[in-house]
């Protein structure tokens, strides 16, 4: 079966530090991924997606994720992170099982030290 | 453009209490879907419509029922309310028409439901 998995529940990175969140996936065919962020109360936004071509994506407020096929891995990154990117990810695969459907990931928090 | 819109966005109901989430998107999508989140599950799938005038199970169904309206709208009802049912319910649509990017999923602000 499909699924998707975020190892770290939450992380903790200092403003101005780098970032990577971890996703891996299990999909027989060649995955759709997804990343999409949720801010507090808030619902969730698309930050970036892998379709084909080029294996590094770059998507906004100035997050890059790459996929691996190798490693089934599609992992977020950020070079220096600001407070306001403290937040919930979530990473997702797209699936087609008679209709077109995202499975989630269970998300990672990520806090912010000042 | 609105995007996705719910209503409400917070309700307190008592056991054994019916309601209906709404749900409404204007980016002429096909497809419309309901999740719920809890705290380290991610969104789980209720139900969803891969078109107008269908509806299909997702992950987690037991205790809900939906209702595609027309192509913009798509309901979740509650019958009978448990505690176990306390979660955020996101509404989301897509345009899904078998390309990569008709896969994205927009969202709604979601409806914060407690059931007491």
């Known amino acids: 079966a499909q699924s998707v998995t975020q190892p770290d529940i939450h992380i903790t990175v200092s403003e101005g530090a780098s970032l990577e969140l971890r996703c891996n996936y299990s999909y027989g065919a060649t995955p759709y991924l997804f990343w999409y962020v949720q801010s507090p109360g808030q619902g969730l936004q698309l930050l970036l997606k892998y379709f084909s071509g080029d294996t590094l994506v770059q998507g906004i407020k100035g997050f890059e994720a790459e996929f691996k096929r190798s490693q089934s891995s599609f992992n977020l990154r950020k070079p220096s992170v600001h407070w306001s990117d403290a937040a919930e990810y979530f990473c997702a695969v797209a699936i087609s099982q008679g209709a077109q459907k995202l499975v989630f990931g269970q998300g990672t928090r990520l806090t912010i030290n000042p | 453009n609105a995007g996705v819109t719910q209503t409400p966005k917070f309700q307190v109901l008592k056991t054994g209490q019916s309601m209906t989430l709404q749900c409404a998107q204007d980016m002429n999508h096909n497809s419309m879907y309901w999740y719920r989140q809890d705290p380290g599950m991610g969104l789980r799938l209720i139900y969803y419509s891969a078109s107008e005038g269908t509806t299909d199970k997702g992950e987690v169904p037991n205790g809900y029922n939906v209702s595609r309206l027309n192509k913009r709208e798509f309901s979740l009802r509650l019958e009978s309310a448990a505690p176990s049912q306390t979660s955020v319910y996101f509404c989301?649509?897509?345009?899904?028409?078998?390309?990569?990017?008709?896969?994205?999923?927009?969202f709604g602000p979601g409806t914060r439901l407690t059931v007491t």
């Open positions: 989301a649509s897509s345009e899904a028409r078998g390309t990569g990017s008709s896969y994205e999923q927009y």
